[in-house]
């Protein structure tokens, strides 16, 4: 079996770096799930995403722990963590309290990045995005949970503090009045819907964009592969000699942009991280512009997504 290549790091503005390619844990927890992350840190990856929303940082925690204990890797800095603030959290007072329980579950003294889930609040009880209700949405303070976040950074709970699923306008808002700008912005991102505003506005501000959703694979945006399904691609890659899905990684990780990947696959979990000894010409890079874009959430969608419409501000 090939082995994985070395993932490079970007510097974030918060002056700590950041591996260009994280494993996702975006997935139901069970035990099965430490032994496959155990799988990846052997492959080599070091950063993890998870999230409060999720259900997953607990066994994170202990696949960290068992990697440490068996000597796979020398300690606890050799990891990136990032975790996330669940909808029902984001108020200044609810942040720190989170956070606190994040890091219990995970075991950990501390966070690399500490991401707002999304811009919003619901009622607590509040368990899937898609199935949240009119009747659920709150208030949403983004100054004063921005706040909060920034009182997590000065306690040394975290290292890094971002926001995820944030337009251009929200971010312009959330600029004006906080002292800690974000360090990164998770966005759904691929080569079906580029982020093509989004992308250069945020590299403006010094701002790193971090791709969820890189295959277009997650069922919560698209109902078929936009990525994997493409004849550009499939071109592209039968070119090169490459897998589709490494010519849409490569595609992100040429626009300056991290990304999330999972797959529990072991062969995929290698050729994922197989994309950085070679690159795309401006030719396959401009074959790849004519991909047809479309963003995830349709305002034809049911139930909370019809809401959640609001969140996206007209950006694609």
Request: glycine residues 8%; contains cysteine.
């Amino acid at each position: 079996m090939e082995m994985a290549e070395k993932i490079p790091e970007t510097l974030l503005n918060s002056g700590y770096k950041m591996p260009m390619v994280g494993f996702g844990c975006a997935v139901q927890p069970s035990e099965e799930l430490i032994t496959i992350l155990l799988d990846a840190i052997k492959i080599g990856y070091r950063h993890f995403d998870t999230a409060a929303g999720y259900g997953t940082e607990e066994a994170l925690g202990k696949a960290v722990s068992q990697a440490i204990e068996n000597g796979i890797v020398k300690g606890r800095d050799e990891f990136f963590i990032t975790s996330k603030l669940w909808i029902t959290d984001t108020h200044h007072d609810l942040v720190l309290p989170a956070l606190k329980k994040s890091l219990g579950n995970l075991g950990l003294e501390y966070l690399d990045l500490y991401l707002v889930h999304l811009p919003l609040l619901v009622r607590e009880g509040v368990v899937d995005i898609f199935k949240v209700s009119e009747e659920d949405l709150l208030p949403f303070d983004m100054n004063g949970t921005w706040k909060a976040m920034e009182e997590c950074k000065k306690l040394g709970l975290v290292k890094s503090i971002g926001v995820s699923n944030f337009t251009c306008q929200k971010l312009s808002s959330l600029l004006e009045n906080a002292t800690i700008p974000p360090a990164v912005n998770q966005v759904a991102m691929n080569v079906g819907w580029q982020q093509r505003k989004l992308v250069p506005f945020f590299k403006e501000k010094n701002i790193h964009v971090s791709a969820f959703s890189p295959l277009a694979t997650y069922g919560g945006f698209w109902d078929i592969s936009v990525a994997l399904d493409s004849p550009i691609l499939k071109d592209i890659a039968a070119s090169k000699g490459k897998t589709v899905a490494q010519i849409a990684l490569r595609w992100i990780h040429e626009q300056g942009s991290s990304f999330i990947v999972k797959s529990f696959n072991k062969e995929r979990m290698i050729q994922n991280l197989q994309i950085f000894s070679w690159e795309l010409t401006k030719e396959e890079m401009e074959q790849i512009q004519k991909i047809p874009q479309h963003k995830g959430i349709s305002g034809n969608s049911e139930g909370a997504i019809k809401y959640l419409e609001q969140l996206w501000d007209g950006d694609l």
